[in-house]
């Protein structure tokens, strides 16, 4: 990675590892794989170490038939890319949310197509994957959907660790839509297109179909052709590809243990705070990043502790495996066995699923969320272990979109009062000193040192008349009087004037942080991802698409024209 070109202020919500790393430093941290240059001056490096054998031509027909299903524009021409062994992949990826989970999501989609074009466009032929996380377990973090004023969930049947692909979408979410839908147009906050985006979601989630396929359906409806080639993690042929990178794992668990303690050590030796548990438990025993499924649940696999006079871990090795909360254990042997034989049953953590992914799909680049970044240098560690070609890591765009109004409102703050979008975004405690600061341009502070310049003048006049003229005095005192009273009264219609235009500012900002932070979170955080739609219109996509810029450092703050009802 070249040296990332000057920028002291990276916008404060992006972590201090993630920021540090955007800069340029702690790299070791990340190694084998690199960092993006921010600032899009350099090229991409060409993916290393690719086997000759490497082969995507029965995944490709995979994603055909699935893509082909969920109505994405783009299946046919991208399958044969990503069939042909030279085509580099521009990988993101998200949990399956209701509605399209947070608008990031949809910010990281049109990301990925963005960077796939920019590489093709330099020789370098490329295809967009979105990688749908559906064997994701936590359901209860993408079972609801805000839309402003209104949030929609899916009910929970089960409290179990059943993933999200295998959840079927329920009656009860059905008749909520259908509910909201029936109160369109009744409050002044309904966005101007909820009915229709509603309707959309309403044909996408069909009840006792996955949980996850709802997304699939819905992110092609919403992208068009801006639409990346979508892959459920859960597809069997993806399974059976991975398949031998987690046998090796389990050779390897000796070996992947320590690359892993040794990579914990390194981030907090550096004074950062782990993303994800480590390896090492508390009960002297290791974990590795691989879940097994049984009877709709997913299980850790625990390795045996080592006898604790033996020597470091890194040196011994364990020769049994047990499922953490379920009654099972067997030989490190019979658990490659068993991964073989039936691959659909085995799951990745948070850990080693970039990894697996990027083994099967030789990925040139993977775009990636704040917190997606803060733990990759933990999944890095095993990049070399397994014998997986390490990609480069793009930090995703963060944008904020507002009609274009509000847009030009919004550039005037910027330019006339001197704000930045930090400063705007952050808290509202300090946003209202620096507005009380900046509303009067300084003119407040003039008046006030012009009356002590003054009056202190005058002052030092008093003697100088006394000598001439006794009287003077008197004189002198009354001119005094009234210069200050003069000054009194014009600061005080300053002032008047100053919180005046404060006032118009100060309701302008509110305005754009109600819907820049709804609930005080970031709108991209907050809102999902059909709220683009249901604010905008199918006119959204493509000004995104054509205004997004792949700068990752600042909050861009994009305006967007509705199409008209």
């Given at each position: 990675m070249s040296s990332?070109?000057?920028?002291p202020?990276?916008?404060?919500?992006?972590?201090p590892?993630?920021?540090?790393?955007l800069?340029?430093?702690?790299?070791?941290l990340?190694?084998?794989?690199?960092m993006?240059?921010?600032?899009?001056?350099s090229?991409?490096?060409?993916?290393?170490?690719?086997?000759?054998?490497?082969?995507?031509?029965?995944?490709?027909?995979s994603?055909?038939s699935?893509?082909?299903?969920?109505?994405?524009?783009?299946?046919?021409?991208?399958?044969?890319?990503?069939?042909?062994?030279e085509?580099?992949?521009?990988?993101?990826?998200?949990?399956?949310?209701?509605?399209g989970?947070?608008?990031y999501?949809?910010?990281k989609?049109?990301?990925?197509?963005?960077?796939?074009?920019?590489l093709t466009?330099?020789g370098r032929p490329?295809?967009?994957?979105f990688?749908i996380?559906?064997?994701?377990?936590?359901?209860e973090?993408?079972?609801?959907?805000?839309?402003?004023?209104?949030?929609?969930?899916?009910?929970?049947?089960?409290?179990?660790?059943?993933?999200?692909?295998?959840r079927?979408?329920?009656?009860?979410?059905?008749?909520?839509?259908?509910?909201?839908?029936?109160q369109c147009?009744s409050?002044?906050?309904?966005?101007?297109?909820?009915?229709q985006?509603?309707?959309?979601?309403?044909?996408?989630?069909?009840?006792?179909?996955?949980f996850?396929?709802?997304f699939?359906?819905?992110?092609?409806?919403?992208?068009?052709e801006?639409c990346?080639?979508?892959l459920?993690?859960?597809?069997?042929?993806?399974?059976?590809?991975q398949?031998?990178?987690a046998?090796r794992?389990?050779?390897?668990?000796?070996?992947?243990?320590?690359a892993?303690?040794l990579?914990?050590?390194?981030?907090?030796?550096?004074?950062?705070?782990?993303q994800?548990?480590?390896a090492?438990?508390?009960?002297?025993?290791?974990?590795?990043?691989?879940?097994?499924?049984?009877?709709?649940?997913r299980?850790?696999?625990?390795?045996?502790?080592?006898?604790p006079?033996?020597?470091p871990?890194?040196?011994?090795?364990?020769?049994s495996?047990?499922?953490r909360g379920?009654?099972?254990?067997?030989?490190?042997?019979?658990?490659?066995?068993?991964i073989?034989?039936?691959?659909s049953?085995?799951s990745?953590?948070?850990v080693l699923?970039?990894?697996?992914?990027?083994?099967?799909l030789?990925?040139?680049?993977?775009?990636l969320?704040?917190?997606e970044?803060a733990?990759?240098?933990?999944?890095?560690?095993?990049?070399?272990?397994?014998?997986?070609?390490?990609?480069?890591?793009?930090?995703r765009p963060?944008?904020?979109?507002v009609?274009?109004?509000?847009?030009?409102?919004?550039?005037e703050?910027?330019?006339?009062a001197?704000f930045?979008?930090?400063?705007?975004?952050?808290k509202?405690?300090g946003l209202?000193?620096?507005?009380?600061?900046?509303?009067?341009?300084?003119?407040?502070e003039g008046?006030?040192?012009?009356?002590?310049?003054?009056?202190e003048?005058?002052?030092?006049?008093?003697?100088?008349a006394?000598?001439?003229?006794?009287?003077?005095?008197?004189?002198l005192?009354?001119?005094h009087?009234?210069?200050?009273?003069?000054?009194?009264?014009?600061?005080?219609r300053?002032?008047?004037?100053?919180?005046?235009?404060?006032?118009?500012?100060s309701?302008r900002?509110?305005?754009?942080?109600?819907?820049?932070?709804?609930?005080?979170?970031l709108?991209?955080?907050r809102?999902?991802?059909?709220?683009?739609?249901a604010?905008?219109?199918?006119?959204?996509v493509?000004?995104?698409?054509e205004?997004?810029?792949?700068d990752?450092?600042?909050?861009q703050v994009l305006?967007?024209?509705a199409?008209?009802?």
């Open positions: 990332p070109c000057p920028n202020a990276i916008d404060p919500w992006i972590g590892l993630v920021r540090a790393l800069a340029g430093e702690q790299a070791g990340l190694a084998p794989l690199a993006q240059d921010p600032c899009l001056e090229p991409l490096p060409q993916v290393p170490g690719r086997s000759p054998s490497f082969d995507r031509t029965r995944l490709s027909q994603l055909r699935f893509n082909a299903e969920v109505q994405n524009p783009n299946t046919e021409t991208q399958c044969n890319l990503l069939g042909n062994p085509t580099e992949v521009v990988v993101t990826g998200q949990q399956a949310g209701l509605f989970g947070p608008i999501a949809l910010s989609a049109i990301a990925a197509t963005l960077w796939a074009k920019r466009e330099s490329a295809v967009a994957v990688w996380a559906s064997e994701d377990h936590d359901f973090e993408v079972r609801s959907a805000c839309l402003g004023a209104h949030t929609l969930s899916a009910e929970i049947q089960e409290t179990s660790t059943r993933p999200v692909g295998q079927l979408i329920d009656e009860g979410l059905l008749k909520e839509i259908g509910e909201t839908i029936a147009g409050a002044i906050t309904t966005p101007p297109f909820l009915e985006a509603l309707e959309l979601a309403r044909s996408c989630y069909v009840q006792g179909q996955p996850s396929s709802g699939a359906r819905l992110l092609p409806a919403l992208l068009g801006h990346p080639l979508l459920d993690s859960q597809d069997p042929v993806l399974k059976a590809m398949a031998q990178w046998r794992l389990v050779r390897r668990s000796v070996a992947s243990i320590a892993l303690e990579r914990e050590r390194d981030i907090e030796t550096a004074g950062f705070k782990l994800i548990g480590s090492r438990q508390a009960d002297g025993g290791y974990v590795l990043p691989l879940f097994l499924h049984r009877e709709g649940c299980y850790r696999v625990v390795l045996d502790a080592p006898d006079a033996a020597a871990f890194g040196q011994t090795a364990s020769s495996y047990s499922l379920y009654d099972e254990q067997g030989s490190m042997e019979e658990l490659v066995a068993l073989e034989a039936q691959p049953w085995m990745p953590s948070a699923r970039p990894v697996l992914q990027d083994a099967a030789g990925t040139t680049l993977q775009v969320g704040p917190g970044v733990y990759v240098p933990q999944a890095a560690a095993l990049y070399d272990v397994l014998e997986v070609a390490p990609p480069t890591i793009a930090l963060q944008a904020v979109f009609p274009e109004r509000m847009h030009r409102q919004y550039l703050m910027i330019e006339t001197g930045t979008a930090a400063e705007l975004f952050g509202w405690e209202e000193k620096l507005l009380a600061e900046r509303s009067d341009n300084g003119t407040l008046i006030a040192q012009l009356r002590v310049a003054t009056l003048q005058l002052t030092l006049l008093q003697g100088k006394v000598e001439l003229d006794a009287s003077l005095e008197a004189a005192q009354k001119t009087q009234h210069l200050a009273k003069g000054f009194d009264n014009f600061h005080a300053s002032e008047r004037a100053a919180a005046q235009k404060a006032g118009v500012l309701t900002i509110k305005k754009l942080r109600e819907l820049a932070l709804p609930q005080g979170s709108q991209e955080r809102l999902c991802s059909l709220w683009v739609a604010q905008f219109g199918n006119a959204a493509p000004q995104i698409a205004q997004l810029s792949l990752p450092r600042r909050l305006p967007l024209a199409e008209r009802p």
